[in-house]
């Protein structure tokens, strides 16, 4: 079993920045890579970014290119989300995910995640 646990989220206003972390505990060994997603009340989770814990390779959706990054602490088995220049858009609940299938193209796909976070919201205020 993997355990995840999110903080870092909070109120901030349009053009800010937060820093999200995703620390994994458990069955650490198992985890090849891990996504954040996003999620507004009445919509499916939405992807956000993913990275391969071995490679350090990443992916992006669209939204999130050129304002977000993601990136891992090996020894502190903590993957981080730095989101810069926030918009209102980007308010939502955001989780941290573990892919059931490793890296690879499916991470860009919400319904291919086993162990989830239990989510920290994300306000940005106009």
């Known amino acids: 079993q993997v355990q995840l646990v999110e903080s870092g989220g909070g109120l901030v206003q349009a053009g800010d920045s937060l820093r999200l972390s995703c620390a994994a505990s458990?069955?650490?060994?198992?985890?090849?890579?891990t996504g954040w997603l996003r999620q507004v009340p009445g919509k499916e989770r939405e992807f956000v970014a993913a990275i391969s814990w071995s490679s350090g390779n990443t992916a992006y959706a669209d939204s999130a290119k050129g304002r977000f990054a993601v990136s891992r602490d090996k020894a502190k088995n903590t993957v981080y989300l730095q989101m810069n220049s926030l918009k209102p858009e980007d308010t939502a609940v955001y989780y941290c995910?573990?892919?059931?299938?490793?890296?690879?193209?499916?991470?860009?796909?919400?319904?291919?995640?086993?162990?989830w976070g239990q989510g920290t919201q994300v306000t940005v205020s106009s």
């Open positions: 458990g069955r650490t060994s198992s985890i090849s890579a």
């Open positions: 995910a573990v892919p059931n299938k490793g890296w690879g193209p499916w991470v860009q796909s919400g319904h291919n995640y086993d162990y």
